[in-house]
């Protein structure tokens, strides 16, 4: 390799591939940021319509701004009967699937267009009314008919817990959804929105831009983990399990999920807020996701340890990741299991779309090099 060739990086680990102003993730720290604020006080204190106002504008919102962009969101959110009937047919299946599937068949009944060369007032209200839809979708996904009537000026997170329930959510209840959704809208480059990035940076559609996102999030390295989590529970079964079923999945070379993260070194702070919200709930499952999750940290420590004599050199420390107290937290306010990773493109679909548009305003087609191993012709 000569000295101008530059360095091979698998999985772009370590690699600045773009410049943002939405987030910023201190793996060291334990800190993530939004647009400047403490991402878990947003979280805590703030609307999902704040926040992302928050990311859109760099500042947050005065409080008729709020009111006016949350009716603006709540009005782009609805679907045509005609796009009810289309996204009511993908009902059945794999729940990303079919969520992937819907997106773009909405963005082709609204003939959205490659981006480039066109006025981006149009393209930027094509990114918002897609986002805003989300819940809809989710809902129409479930029950196979038009949403049910909700109040009006239902929030974005109500309209969603209200969708999949089927029923008016508690004040606790949709405290704890409106939490997750802020905590998880955006986290830097991570998988899913640089894929979306890439795909804006062709100028294709923004429907297709958003679609590369839930496709790449819904792998288990992702976004996939939060149902596999409670069937975590359900195999472990009691506290007095934990230990060993945690040191039987590694010794088979099992990954066990909601444990492991590519950035963070030191707790992830979602965790840690989420793990306050379900201690507050108090449900049925806290005493064991507690001992569940000591006890795997206490394997993985083991088997960490034992790597780095083998190896003789350091390894990483593992820790619980977002999706552990996730799958908790969900479970608590009644959204089935199979529907968490939707819930979670519900919160990240928001920083898809803000990423498309930061893409799109300032763009450069993603063209990386490949590495050739095969061999040269004689
Ligand atoms: C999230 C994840 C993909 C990050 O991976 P990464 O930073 O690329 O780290 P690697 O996959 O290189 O893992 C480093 C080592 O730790 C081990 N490891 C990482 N997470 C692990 C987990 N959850 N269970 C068991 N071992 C794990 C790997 O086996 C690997 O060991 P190896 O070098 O012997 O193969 C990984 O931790 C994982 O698979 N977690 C489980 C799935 C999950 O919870 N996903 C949701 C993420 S928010």
Redo the contacts with the bound molecule.
Sequence with gaps: MSESTPSFAA?LEGVIACKTRLSHVDGEAGKLVFNGHNAITLAENNTIEEVWFLLREGRLPTAEEHSAFRARVETLGQLSPQEVRLVARLKGGEPLSAFRTAISAIAKNRNFKPWLNRDLKEVDNEVLALCSAAPAVVEVLRTGRKPIRKLRNAGYAERYLWGVTGKKPSADNLHAVETYLILTMDHGLNASTFASRVTASTGADVGAAITSGVGTLSG???GG?PGPVLDMFDAVGSVDNARPWADAQ?AAG?????????IYRTDDPRSLCLKRVAEKQNGPRIELAKAVESQILAA?ADRQKA?ATTLNKP??T?RV???FWTAVVLEHVGIPRELFSSTFCTSRIIGWGEHVREQIADNKLYRPLSQYTGSMPE
């Design positions: 999985g288990p390295l992702h983990a590694l099992r990954r066990l999920m909601g444990f492991g993260h590519r993985l790597r390894v990483r593992l990741n977002v999706e």
